[in-house]
Every structure is written in C-alpha cells, then in structure tokens.
C-alpha cells in the first residue's frame, strides 16, 4: 500500500505533464505558444498572492516568537494526541475552510518552522491538497443564484474536512512511518 | 472571518510578548516574516509559471471536455434529479474536471453557469435543491489531482522531494470528497 502511494507520487507529474502536451499535440494546438502564453501569468499569480503571504508571515510570526504560539500548542496538545493530531497544524485546520490565500501563507510558514520533510511538514502538505476554502466556496456559487436556505451543505462540507484531516494523519503514518 | 483571525493573532501575539518580555523577538520576527514572504514569492514565480503552461495548454487543446464525455455514469448517481441531458450536467461536469485538474480559473465560471442552470430546475428559488448541495459539496472538498501549490511550497522551502506527498495527498482528498458524498446523501434523505 505504501509502495503504491509512493509509485503515485513519482508518477504523478511526469504522466501529467506527458499526457497534456502530448494530447494538445495529438489535437494539433501549437503546444509551445499555448504554454507561452499561460506561463506568462504565473508572474502575475504569484505576485497577487504577495500580500496575503505578507499579512500572514507577519500575524503568525509575531504570534509564534511572542510565546503565545506554545501557550495554544500546550492547551491543544492532549485533545489532539487523542485523535493522533499534531497539534502544530490545528492553527492551519482551523483557517483552511476560510481563506485559500491566508491557508498558503500559514503553511508556507510551517514549512519554515518545523521544515516540509517533518511529520507536521507532510501531514499539513496532505491535507492542505484534500480540502478546499469551504465558506468562500459556498458564498461564491450560492450567492450567485440567490440561494438563502443552504440546508445541509455546510455540515457535509464540514464532516469532509475533518475526514480529510483524519485521513491525512493516518495515511502519513502509513507511508511515512512514526 | 480572516479579518478577526488575523488581528487577533496580531494582538494577543503582542500582548503575550509584552508579558513574557519577548517584544525585540517580537519585531524582529515581523521585519523577518514579511522578508521571507517576498523570497518565498520569488521562488514560486517560475514553478507557477510552468503549471500555468500546462494548464493553458489542457484549456485549449479541449482536454476538460474529452474526459467530461466518459462521465456520465457517475454524474447520474451522484444527481438522480437532474435531467441526463439537461445543461446542468454538462457545467457540472466541466466544473469538477476543471478542479481535479487545478483549473481553478476555468472552474469557477463553469461552476457559476451549472448553478444557475439548476436554479432553472428548482421550485422554490431560495432553498437549495438536493443537487446543489451534492454539487457544493464536491467543490468544497476538492478531488484535485495535483497539489501544485503544496509541491511548489515545498520545494521553495528546500524540501528533498517536494513531490512525496502528491500520493498521500490524492488519497486524502479522495476520502474526504467520498466522506462528503456520503454525508450529503445521508442527510439529503432527512
């Protein structure tokens, strides 16, 4: 299983990258132009998501060197521990559903502080990729149309967070191992 | 929401500083924290830039809508009221492609057109239908195939082997969009 995990790791990009390219060549787009042309707004991307890694960096480093990052660490850690959680990532958990820009900041931020190859590092990594920004979602596409009555949505969204979250934690201890 | 979030970190951050007498450790980590945002930035630009590539060329070339063809099965169970050929399920189809693929920027108009195309099925205009939430519910827990933002992240911040996670992270995503899918089933029955 671990074995299979890993080989999907591997393959992933290269059959990816294969099977794009080699379909727009088969659909006989001109490949380089098309690529040129969409690599030319990854400086623009990059840089719209600036400010947002600014504001986060900042909040989060001043409430990590202050202290004040340990003091919530100590208090989350045996609720955490029950479900095998580090409690490093519950800051992350908690702003993943609200904000995909503020959730990008805070995780760059983890990567330098305990380092991406860390178990907080892999396990943040994976769930960062099994969720998405659940309440802009829903404001977007309901508020779109109208909707007011949103019934059920945000529970079922809600369970599918936390089963990722669970998931994530397993499935690194598995493949990982620790 | 961010907004309280974030002042709250900021303030009780300083405050906390100002008990434990940790304010220089305090204001340098903010000039640090804000310099390491532009580094992080710069590394990510030519990453961005090669999915980016990629993704205008799946855009053009009309690879969403190829695989969107095949389906059809799993698009009538997951919404048995809508209509098979009802344009609904086209948009629907094209939207959840779009995100496994990372397409985010092509989704997101296809996922606002399969709205109001299931707003046209719907009786009562500011309740929610049982396929809305379905299709909400798919979008909210992502079954994105690649984390590119992750695997870029990761390797601007030095990691061995940025891309590790990309299994582990397919397998999450997959069981928490099935846990979604259950869910709502469950409780579209209520």
Known sequence: MSEFIKTISVLAIPTFIFGVLGYGYFKRINVYEAFIEGAKEGLATTWSVLPYLVAMFVAIGIFRSSGAMDVVIKILTPITNFFGIPAEIIPLVLIRPMSGSASTGMLAELFKTYGPDSFVGRVASTMMGSTETIFYTLSIYFGAVGIKRIRYTMWAALIAEIAGLIASVIICRIVFGI | ?190
């Open chain 2, 1 to 190: 929401m961010v907004n309280s979030v974030w002042i709250v970190l900021i303030l009780a951050g300083l405050l906390m500083g100002l008990i434990n007498g940790e304010l220089e450790a305090v204001t340098q980590s903010a000039i640090d924290s804000a310099k390491y945002a532009v580094e992080l930035c710069l590394g990510l630009i030519g990453i961005y830039a090669l999915w980016l590539g990629l993704m205008k060329v799946a855009e053009e070339s009309g690879l969403v809508k190829a695989i969107s063809k095949r389906m059809s099965g799993i698009m009538k169970f997951l919404f048995p009221e809508v209509p098979r050929r009802h344009p609904a399920m086209g948009a629907m189809t094209m939207n959840i492609i779009a995100n496994m693929l990372g397409l985010g920027n092509a989704a997101t108009p296809l996922g606002i057109k399969a709205m109001h195309e299931l707003q046209s099925l719907n009786r009562n205009k500011d309740t929610a239908t049982h396929a809305m939430c379905m299709f909400l519910i798919i979008n909210a827990s992502s079954v994105q195939l690649i984390p590119t933002t992750v695997v870029a992240l990761r390797s601007v911040a030095g990691s061995k082997n940025p891309t590790e996670i990309i299994g582990t992270a397919l397998m999450a995503t997959s069981i928490s969009t099935l846990a979604g899918i259950i869910a709502a089933k469950i409780l579209a029955r209520r």
